[in-house]
């Protein structure tokens, strides 16, 4: 089965140890194809025409509307289409109309895309970690008892860490509170199956460029009774039914009316292939797939004398690894090194979750995130040149 999936996936075709997953996933086959027959035999616009091009592009975005809904869940009305996870958190604020007066409690894993929009908008609160590396509830609890809090928005998976989130746990204190949930399943959403109605989270961001799909889409999920009640966030052709005059417009339904502007079909089209991808494979086996790989890379950073890990691990976790090495090195210079004489592809830096590196006062680490097309061989020969690293 590994050689079947690796064949799917043409960038491996040239030897390359792609272990940046976290940052973007490497694309199937299939999904290519979707991409290029959009351009080659089928380019038109959606909703706007009345021939079969149009009407065909117009039926597959619904299909991938259905698609989605399906994979966490939920009812295609729930899903709105947005140009990422971060646009979607973006969007998100303006709906709900954050002002600087309304208290939101963010964690201290937050993504800079689930950091700043609502820094930059709310009083902002950031709850801490325990000792596991995951959310502390008490203190979570704490801050929702004491403050009148509008929503509490957490990742689901650290992009930094690979924790786990309590995510059901953090929804049920919020609304015990009063409060709404927001969910970051930016990185979740390629090692786990969603499922909103478990979570009971009210909102919900992911982008399809994590999981196998293409660049530039991404989904806000929302509770039907909630978007009913949300301000539109941006304007334009194609959310609206009629215009009789500047006092008479009426809008489309949810969650039509929050997606103004012609749709990024392509990546609508290659995204349905992304999920079709991963439904045929199975969740199941590619959680049962990573958490081998994850299993196989802990043993060997423990026996590494060159690998420290700088942060805890806990029982719930993604193939997601960050640490610094023993000796003092530039580590973006140590990644273009692995990069230029080995082939392998790492982050290094803050990974866009800085203020959790401050607080242990790191300028950063190299971060390995893997996923289901990769294999023990290329940890085994990752180890080895970190092993033997000449500097």
């Known amino acids: 089965m590994e050689d079947k999936i690796r064949k799917d996936f043409p960038m491996l075709d040239s030897n390359i140890v792609y272990f940046d997953n976290a940052s973007t996933s490497l694309k199937p086959n299939e999904v290519i194809k979707s991409v290029e027959d959009f351009y080659t035999k089928h380019t038109s616009n959606a909703y706007r025409g009345s021939y079969i091009n149009s009407e065909l592009i117009s039926l597959k975005i619904d299909e991938c509307r259905e698609l989605v809904a399906t994979m966490i869940n939920s009812s295609s009305r729930e899903v709105i289409f947005t140009s990422g996870c971060t646009d979607s958190i973006n969007q998100l604020v303006k709906m709900l109309n954050i002002k600087k007066k309304d208290n939101v409690v963010c964690s201290l894993l937050e993504h800079h895309s689930n950091y700043l929009p609502w820094l ?37 998976l650290s992009n930094v860490t690979g924790n786990v989130q309590p995510v059901k746990e953090i929804c049920k204190l919020a609304h015990k509170y009063g409060a709404l949930a927001m969910i970051d399943c930016c990185q979740y959403a390629p090692h786990f199956r969603i499922d909103v109605k478990d979570i009971d989270c009210d909102f919900l961001a992911l ?83 990573n958490k081998e790989l994850e299993d196989y890379f802990k043993k060997k950073i423990d026996k590494s004398k060159n690998i420290k890990m700088i942060f805890p691990i806990s029982k719930n976790h993604a193939p997601i690894f960050t640490f610094k090495l023993n000796r003092d090195l530039n580590l973006n210079y140590v990644a273009k090194i692995l990069s230029d004489s080995a082939n392998i592809c790492v982050s290094s830096g803050y990974q866009c979750c800085q203020p959790l590196y401050n607080t242990i006062g790191e300028k950063g680490g190299i971060r390995v995130s893997l996923q289901f097309y990769n294999t023990k061989k290329e940890i085994d020969y990752f180890i080895e040149k970190i092993e033997n690293l000449k500097i």
């Open 120 to 156: 930059n908008s709310s009083n902002l609160t950031v709850v801490g970690l325990d000792k596991n590396g995951v959310v502390d509830l008490k203190e979570l609890e704490s801050i929702l008892k004491n403050n009148k809090i509008k929503i509490v928005t957490v990742t689901a």
């Open 207 to 289: 982008s399809a460029h994590k999981m196998c799909g293409p660049s530039g889409l991404g989904v806000l999920y929302g509770k039907k009774e909630l978007l009913l009640k949300c301000n539109k966030s941006k304007y334009g052709g194609g959310m609206v039914d009629r215009i009789v005059d500047s006092t008479n417009v009426r809008y489309k339904e949810i969650p039509y009316c929050f997606e103004a502007g012609t749709p990024a079909i392509e990546n609508i089209l290659g995204y349905a292939s992304a999920i079709r991808y991963y439904l045929g494979v199975g969740f199941e086996n590619i959680s049962k797939k």
